[in-house]
């Protein structure tokens, strides 16, 4: 079985702080793909990064970084110099493969991030 | 605007009740989802189609019902067979099943009365 646990369920910081949020997963997947969503309190999910198995290579897109290590079955969300915007639940998936050879995601329970001003 | 819709946005229940839950997408995606979230609780698939006129169960399909008659839509009932009904109900798409990410649509919270 497949499992993505996301160990921080609430996270508080300051504005301007730095924070990571943990993803550790199980699997037995050679081939896998690993995401984050973002979810602010209207609901919705926010896409935010998609990364393959074989890509190492650690991720930054403005503010945002991800930090993949396959080693350790990790990958983390780094927030530099967070906002208020930054402010709600954050999803780590994991892709899965099942019949039909389609695949579906499993999802951490997530982490809530509050950022205060 | 291409995106994914999902009405209404909340929606109530009365003991024995069946409902259903609207959602479209326009983005020519083949691939659809229905997730339920519980607070405090990641999401968990209900039912997912690769395509059109085909649909599979998901992790806790017992209680409802889809089907998949055109490509953009994706509706899921709730029927009185499911006995905690109440959360937040994502509706979700892909491009094709296979590892494509999903993008998701706002979401119906379904509360009974």
């Known amino acids: 079985a497949q499992k993505v646990t996301q160990a921080q369920t609430e996270i508080s910081v300051v504005e301007k702080e730095d924070v990571t949020l943990d993803c550790v997963y199980e699997?037995?997947?050679?081939?896998?793909?690993l995401f984050w969503y973002k979810q602010p309190p209207s609901g919705e999910l926010v896409f935010l990064i998609r990364?393959?198995?074989?890509?190492?290579q650690n991720e930054i897109s403005g503010r945002y970084s991800w930090n993949f290590q396959k080693s350790t079955s990790s990958f983390n969300f780094t927030i530099t110099a967070s906002q208020v915007v930054d402010s709600a639940v954050y999803f780590c998936?994991?892709?899965?493969?099942?019949?039909?050879?389609?695949?579906?995601?499993?999802f951490g329970k997530g982490t809530k991030l509050t950022v205060n001003p | 605007d291409g995106g994914i819709t999902q009405s209404p946005k909340y929606l109530f229940r009365k003991e024995g009740q069946n409902v259903t839950l609207s959602c479209e997408q326009n983005?020519?995606?083949?691939?659809m989802y229905w997730y339920r979230q519980d607070p405090g609780q990641g999401l968990r698939l209900i039912y997912y189609?690769?395509?059109?006129?085909?649909?599979q169960k998901g992790d806790i399909a017992e209680g409802y019902s889809v089907s998949r008659e055109k490509k953009e839509s994706f509706p899921l009932t709730v029927t009185s067979a499911q006995k905690n009904p109440t959360a937040f109900y994502l509706c979700?798409?892909?491009?094709?099943?296979?590892?494509?990410?999903?993008?998701f649509g706002p979401g119906t919270r379904l509360l009974v009365l």
């Open positions: 189609s690769q395509i059109v006129n085909d649909f």
């Open positions: 998936a994991l892709s899965e493969a099942s019949r039909g050879g389609s695949e579906k995601l499993v």
């Open positions: 979700a798409s892909s491009m094709t099943a296979a590892r494509e990410t999903q993008y």
């Open positions: 699997t037995r997947d050679t081939t896998y793909y």
């Open positions: 990364r393959n198995s074989f890509d190492e």
């Open positions: 983005l020519n995606h083949d691939a």
